[in-house]
């Protein structure tokens, strides 16, 4: 169930020994000094069954050339449906078949990984790492089930719109724990005001001297997973404790009453949620954002931080009572809200002795009152969500702008 079947993993085989040739050939016949390498869960074995696969494939640099990326993009002069992602360091995307991409990577060959100018730059050693430790099939598939459980509770990846568990994260939890039983067992019993703190190779004394030497940006994560192939990073600094908080709560459910359903990734059922909140007397509204930005990482990050902004400003008016969004990983994102109207709002004005504003606050508002140095206003909602995202979207045309959402529209 968690498994690509033999089908499946024949046929990715093959698509990425043709392109690694194509590659190969390439780099010789330009004379570049790099070698190509897989890197990610098909290296190690722990790929996992998905509607879509994107590889990981490096290419080493054996010199420290700052040009890495246009060396790259000389060597897929000629390979079709190629894409530029912007990053800290620029890669490819290639789109083989519909549903199977290849990432082509730049990095350096590094020999210790203080050299590293790229968190990418590591990617040789975290490879290595874990494939002389999981070597057993037992493990492997302890792995899966741990990368399943999370791709199908939408906690897989490190992506800024996702902050959940990176692949070699999870590697390295279960290759410490050694099950995904045991694994979900602490995620379960954790409390939210200890971090969880695992320093595989014992780079480390002690867990005071983690939380001394490693840089305090890396130290915000409810996890502090040392990475054993360089001790000064976390690798689930990305991680966040509404992420973790959600996993938590999975977990919990799952050890209650275990079932194969926990595996299978849940597709919002928008059309059951809007029964509901018909049934119960709620609004619904469907809306779908676009943005100008670069697939991926980034494009995902804006929508969500405009999704997070305007469910803050919806909670002004309306009692949101349940929500949710989706990123298509291109360009858009759709987004649900389920609100009832609040009977009243209360509008903070300006300091009374800013006379200015306050006769301003008097014009717009016609009922207000002086509280402790300022001027306050109660005002009943008289809107219905469809009306309120209209008004609000044009009154803040140019602010949505300057999030990069170029179009807003109710589904």
């Not at 392109?19 to 890197?39: H, P, S, T, Y």
């Not at 130290?219 to 966040?240: C, E, F, G, H, V």
């Not at 619904?284 to 931080?305: C, H, N, P, V, Y």
Request: proline share 2%; with cysteine.
């Amino acid at each position: 169930m968690v498994k690509p079947s033999k089908e499946e993993i024949n046929g990715m085989d093959l698509l990425i020994n043709n392109f690694i040739k194509r590659v190969e050939e390439k780099i010789e016949k330009l004379k570049i000094n790099a070698e190509i390498f897989v890197g990610g869960s098909f290296a190690k074995k722990t790929a996992i069954k998905k509607d879509h696969y994107d590889v990981d494939i490096f290419l080493r640099f054996k010199e420290d050339n700052k040009e890495i990326s246009e060396l790259t993009k000389k060597i897929l002069d000629g390979i079709e449906h190629v894409s530029l992602i912007h990053g800290s360091r620029d890669y490819f995307k290639i789109k083989l078949k519909e549903n199977f991409f290849i990432e082509l990577i730049p990095v350096i060959k590094i020999k210790k990984p203080g050299e590293a100018l790229n968190i990418t730059d590591l990617s040789y050693s975290h490879v290595n790492y874990i494939k002389k430790r999981i070597k057993p099939e037992s493990l492997l598939e302890e792995v899966m089930l741990a990368k399943a459980f999370c791709y199908a509770n939408h906690c897989y990846g490190a992506e800024s719109y996702i902050k959940g568990f990176s692949g070699y994260a999870l590697e390295l939890l279960i290759y410490y724990y050694g099950s995904f039983l045991k694994f979900i067992t602490v995620i379960a019993r954790a409390k939210k005001e200890e971090k969880i703190i695992i320093d595989i190779e014992k780079d480390f004394k002690n867990k005071k001297q983690i939380l001394i030497d490693l840089n305090s940006s890396k130290l915000d994560s409810p996890i502090i997973l040392i990475d054993p192939t360089y001790k000064q990073r976390n690798a689930l600094a990305a991680l966040s404790e509404e992420t973790f908080e959600k996993f938590r709560e999975v977990c919990i459910a799952f050890l209650r009453k275990p079932s194969l359903e926990f595996f299978e990734e849940k597709k919002t059922d928008i059309e059951t949620i809007k029964k509901i909140a018909e049934k119960k007397k709620f609004e619904f509204i469907l809306l779908e954002a676009r943005t100008d930005r670069q697939d991926g990482d980034i494009a995902g990050s804006k929508l969500l931080k405009f999704y997070n902004h305007l469910k803050d400003e919806i909670g002004k008016f309306f009692d949101i009572n349940d929500n949710g969004f989706n990123y298509n990983g291109k360009k858009a994102a759709r987004f649900y809200f389920v609100v009832k109207k609040k009977e009243e709002i209360l509008i903070t004005g300006p300091k009374t002795n800013d006379e200015e504003n306050v006769r301003a606050f008097e014009k717009a508002h016609k009922s207000y009152y002086t509280k402790k140095g300022k001027v306050y206003a109660k005002e009943i909602v008289n809107l219905s969500i469809t009306e309120f995202i209209g008004k609000w979207s044009k009154k803040y045309r140019d602010k949505i702008k300057g999030m990069s959402v170029v179009e807003l529209e109710i589904v």
